[in-house]
C-alpha cells in the first residue's frame, strides 16, 4: 500500500500550524513576495475576454520583485490589463516603478489610489506610461476597448458618485475603483464587473476569523468575490505592503485572471 504523498502546500500548512516561529517566518520572509494567480469568470457560456487584474503596487524599489510580476502578466498572454491604485508611496520611486510596467505587453488601465495622491507624484508620467502601450490612465473617464465590446470606466479617490458615467447595455460595463466600500453607494446602477483594491486583504487572515486589521474604505469588502446590487465585486489582495509593514500571513500577493462572458 502507497504512503499517500504530502503535498508542499499541506507540508507548509502543518509546519506553520506546528510553530509560532514558522508562522513568523512565512510572514516576513515567504509569503510577502510568494505571488499568485486567482481565477475569476463572470458569466456563463464561452468566455469573449480574458483579462488581468491587479492592484496596490506600492513600489519602494524591489526591482526584481516588480519584475517578476510583470513577466508573471505576461506569460499569461491578458487581452488587457487593469490596476486599481497605489503605483507607489513616495515620488523618488516612481520612474522606476513606470520603467517596469512599460514591460507589460498588453494595454494597462488603471486609477489613481490614496497613496498615488498623498504621494503628491504628478500623474503625467503615469499617463504617459499607460497610454504607450495603448491603454489609459483613467480619471473619472471612459474607453471603450475590445474592439467596442466593453465600456471600461475608471474613477478616481475623490467621491462615489463619480461613477455614473453613461453605462451602455450593449456592452460589458466594468467599474475600477479603489476603495471597494463605494460600492454601496452605487445600487442604483448595473455594473458587469467592478473591480478594487486597497484593502491588500488585510495582508494578515487568522484562519476562520479573518483580517485582523483593515484600513478605512473597506467595510465588509476585504478580499476576493461579492455579489452586491450593482454586480459583482471583486478585490484584490494586492501586490506590495503599506508602509514599513512587509509582513502577510494567509494573505499572498495575488494577480488575478478575469474571464468574462
Known amino acids: 500500500m502507497k504512503t499517500p504523498r504530502l503535498s508542499r502546500r499541506k507540508f507548509i500548512a502543518a509546519a506553520l500550524l506546528a510553530s509560532p516561529g514558522l508562522v513568523l517566518a512565512d510572514a516576513k520572509w515567504v509569503e510577502p513576495e510568494w505571488l499568485k494567480t486567482s481565477h475569476l469568470r463572470i458569466g456563463k457560456g464561452q468566455h469573449s475576454h480574458r483579462f488581468i487584474h491587479f492592484t496596490d503596487l506600492h513600489h519602494k524599489g524591489d526591482r526584481e520583485y516588480l519584475t517578476a510580476v510583470v513577466d508573471r502578466i505576461n506569460s499569461l498572454a491578458p487581452d488587457f490589463v487593469c490596476?486599481?491604485?497605489?503605483?507607489?508611496?513616495?515620488q523618488k520611486?516612481?520612474?522606476?516603478a513606470l520603467e517596469l510596467l512599460a514591460g507589460i505587453k498588453?494595454?494597462?488601465f488603471g486609477v489613481p489610489g490614496n497613496h498615488d495622491y498623498w504621494s503628491k507624484v504628478s500623474f503625467q508620467p503615469i499617463h504617459k506610461c499607460f497610454n504607450a502601450g495603448g491603454g489609459g490612465w483613467l480619471l473619472d473617464e471612459q474607453r471603450i476597448i475590445a474592439a467596442g465590446a466593453i465600456n471600461l470606466i475608471g474613477i478616481t479617490c475623490g467621491r462615489a458618485n463619480q461613477a455614473r458615467l453613461p453605462l451602455d447595455p450593449s456592452r460589458k460595463n466594468i467599474l475600477l475603483m479603489h476603495y471597494p466600500a463605494w460600492v454601496k453607494k452605487l445600487s442604483d446602477q448595473k455594473f458587469d464587473l467592478m473591480l478594487a483594491g486597497h484593502s491588500h486583504g488585510g495582508q494578515v487572515r487568522i484562519p476562520f476569523y479573518g483580517p485582523i486589521a483593515l484600513p478605512f474604505g473597506v467595510d465588509e469588502f476585504d478580499l476576493g468575490r461579492f455579489q452586491t446590487p450593482?454586480?459583482?465585486l471583486y478585490v484584490g489582495s494586492g501586490i506590495g505592503y503599506i508602509a514599513q509593514y512587509h509582513i502577510r500571513f494567509n494573505c499572498r500577493p495575488e494577480i488575478t485572471v478575469i474571464e468574462i462572458c
Do not use: I, K, Q, Y
Not at 83 to 90: A, K, L, P, Q, R
Not at 93 to 96: G, Q, R, S, T, W
Open 106 to 108: 498588453a494595454p494597462l
Open 230 to 232: 450593482a454586480g459583482p
Open 93 to 96: 520611486h516612481l520612474a522606476e
Open 83 to 90: 490596476f486599481t491604485g497605489d503605483v507607489v508611496e513616495e
